[in-house]
């Protein structure tokens, strides 16, 4: 679509480093997107997002639509101002959130009626819907409604769901309001069938859409069964349109998913680690709450720009967690963020340079089991 454009820049094996042009700005692929669930990335400033290298945010349209309100944001001039973030946002449909819900919705042909998690109101999430609301919102990527189905689930059972999304996906296409720079993005879904993962595919495409999403993973299904999945899929995605696995995740699974082909990610993880005293680092996952950590004068880590491992040490940050203040979400959401920015970074630069391989080994073999002491 005019203005929206992915340009590869260099290639290693599957994986690809680019960029992709919209409105608002360019985005450096792989890229990594913090979720600005209810228009806020939790216990960050934007311009300190934006400080740790993110090119985009994800808005979470189930949240936005129930509170403040589609209608509202639109008429405060679009979420970008409403939240004071200028840049490229990516909107979901919020089907994943409808179908969470489990006993307070119903499945029809015509959409997923729910009741609301806040106040018990009943709404309508119809494909036509879910992108008036993202209309509304003004976002740069928006994403087609689709149902996820819980796993596990029988193939017949994913091959019925999938269908319902297939047809899904052409009735948000159709309801898509195209505008300078915006995109919308279908979304595979099968399971772990590959013959349906193919299938998915190869009908998005005959629909048409400016990226391609891979939903339905992450659920459950295992390291393995996903990395097999994203084999089985990505080489029926088409090379010139952005590849977006959605809802992943560790550091260990986005090294994987980037080697096989994909361009985007999203997770709360870091965000949700940072606010439960846990931060990312080289070494591995590492739990604040450790007592181990209360007589420590060291940074969090050596070599990080983040405040927290600028400014404070491990014995401070210890304290903060064990006193619940806000600081302390503050600061390891920052270096959580800061720390998956780095690897994007150095993902981007790896296939740049056509050493993906050796340089996902040497990352992959410095992770430590969650919770142990990163390296002084």
């Known amino acids: 679509m005019t203005g929206f454009a992915l340009q590869i820049h260099h290639t290693d094996g599957p994986a690809r ?18 979720l600005g669930t209810t228009a806020t990335v939790k216990a960050m400033l934007p311009r300190s997002v934006r400080e740790t290298g993110a090119d985009i945010l994800l808005g979470n ?9 589609a209608e509202r944001i639109a008429r405060l001039g679009g979420l970008h101002r409403f939240m004071n973030w200028p840049r490229p946002i990516l909107t979901d449909s919020g089907g994943f959130q409808v179908m969470s819900l489990a006993g307070l919705r119903k499945l029809t042909e015509e959409g997923v009626s729910f009741q609301s998690h ?33 796993y596990p689930a029988s193939e017949s059972a994913i ?21 300078e ?6 979304i595979v879904q099968g399971g772990t069938y590959s013959h349906l993962r193919a299938r998915s595919a190869t009908e998005l495409q005959a629909i048409g859409f400016d990226g391609y999403a891979v939903g339905g993973l992450a659920v459950g299904e295992g390291q393995a069964a996903m990395f097999e999945t994203l084999e089985a899929t990505v080489p029926h995605l088409p090379a ?3 590849r977006y696995l959605m809802g992943v995740g560790k550091p260990a699974d986005i090294i994987g998913a980037v080697a096989r082909g994909i361009d985007m990610f999203d997770c709360v993880l870091p965000t949700r680690s940072g606010r439960n005293g846990q931060a990312f680092t080289k070494a591995g996952a590492v739990n604040l709450r450790n007592a181990r950590f209360a007589d420590d004068p060291l940074p969090l880590e050596a070599d990080c720009p983040c405040p927290a491992c600028i400014d404070y040490s491990r014995a401070y940050l210890h304290h903060l967690v064990k006193a619940k203040e806000i600081l302390a979400s503050m600061l390891l959401t920052w270096h959580n963020l800061t720390h998956y920015q780095w690897l994007m970074s150095e993902l981007r630069m790896a296939i740049a340079e056509g050493r993906l391989a050796a340089r996902a080994a040497a990352l992959l073999s410095g992770l430590a089991e969650e919770g142990e002491s990163p390296a002084a």
């Open 17 to 34: 480093t680019g960029v992709i042009t919209t409105a608002r700005g360019e985005i450096r692929t792989p890229a990594f997107m913090p």
């Open 61 to 69: 349209t189930y949240h936005l639509m129930l509170r403040p309100g």
């Open 118 to 150: 806040i106040d018990g109101s009943t709404h309508l999430l119809s494909p036509e819907r879910a992108m008036a609301i993202q209309d509304l919102l003004g976002s740069d990527i928006q994403m087609v409604l689709d149902e996820c189905p819980a």
């Open 159 to 179: 091959e019925t769901s999938l269908a319902l999304s297939m047809r899904w996906a052409k009735r948000s296409k159709d309801a898509f309001v195209k505008a």
């Open 181 to 186: 720079g915006r995109a919308c993005f279908g």
């Open 240 to 242: 010139d349109r952005p």
